[in-house]
Structures are given as structure tokens and as C-alpha cells.
Nanobody
Framework: QTQLVESGGGLVQAGGSLRLSCAAS????????MGWHRQPPGKQRELVAL???????NYADSVKGRFTISRDNAKNTVYLHMNSLKPEDTGVYYC?????????WGQGTQVIVSS
């Protein structure tokens, strides 16, 4: 059974940094794109960053220059390095992985940025 397990969320002051990790496990043959989405309180889930299997990245305008997505294909793991965090970055962050068999999601990890 394929699953994604996230870690690294927490409470941080504005201007601080956090690193999120997401490891895929189970019946893995090939992972195409991996990414992070977030759902701010009372709002819809939105794409934060995406990285393809060849390393091409895409970011939401609101996080460009502050967040960096990376992946370790040998470990089937994707990371999100978040710097200069703002209160509006608060939300539940979800990992996503696109397999040949379909799209899988993690359970979510809470990020709270205090002002």
C-alpha cells in the first residue's frame, strides 16, 4: 500500500524558517511530480510548489524567493524549505505525489506562523 508521511510542521515566529519532509513508501515503481499544497484556515487548498522527476520546479507567486522545493529520488522524499515565514503562510500543508497508478496525498502537517 502506497502512503506519504509528512513531518516538520510546527509553530514558528514570523521571519523564521521550517523544513517539511514527505517520504513515500509502499509499492513504488516511479514517481513523477511531487509537490506541496496548503490549506489556510477557512480557505481552499492551493498549490505551493511542485517539482517534476527531472527537477523542474514551479512555485506559487506568494512563496517565490522564500520557499524552495527539492527531492531525493533515492529516498522517494520531497522537501519544502520555508524561509522568511509570514502569518499568511499559516495552514495545513499536504504532500502530493503523482504515480503512474494515480495521485496520492499525505495526511497533512500543521504550520502556524505567529506575528
Amino acid at each position: 500500500q502506497t502512503q506519504l508521511v509528512e513531518s516538520g510542521g510546527g509553530l514558528v515566529q514570523a521571519g523564521g524558517s521550517l523544513r517539511l519532509s514527505c517520504a513515500a513508501s509502499g509499492n513504488i515503481f516511479r514517481i513523477n511530480a511531487m509537490g506541496w499544497h496548503r490549506q489556510p484556515p477557512g480557505k481552499q487548498r492551493e498549490l505551493v510548489a511542485l517539482i517534476t522527476s527531472d527537477g523542474t520546479t514551479n512555485y506559487a507567486d506568494s512563496v517565490k524567493g522564500r520557499f524552495t522545493i527539492s527531492r531525493d529520488n533515492a529516498k522517494n522524499t520531497v522537501y519544502l524549505h520555508m524561509n522568511s515565514l509570514k502569518p499568511e503562510d499559516t495552514g495545513v500543508y499536504y504532500c502530493r505525489a503523482d504515480f503512474i497508478s494515480g495521485q496520492y496525498w499525505g495526511q497533512g502537517t500543521q504550520v502556524i506562523v505567529s506575528s
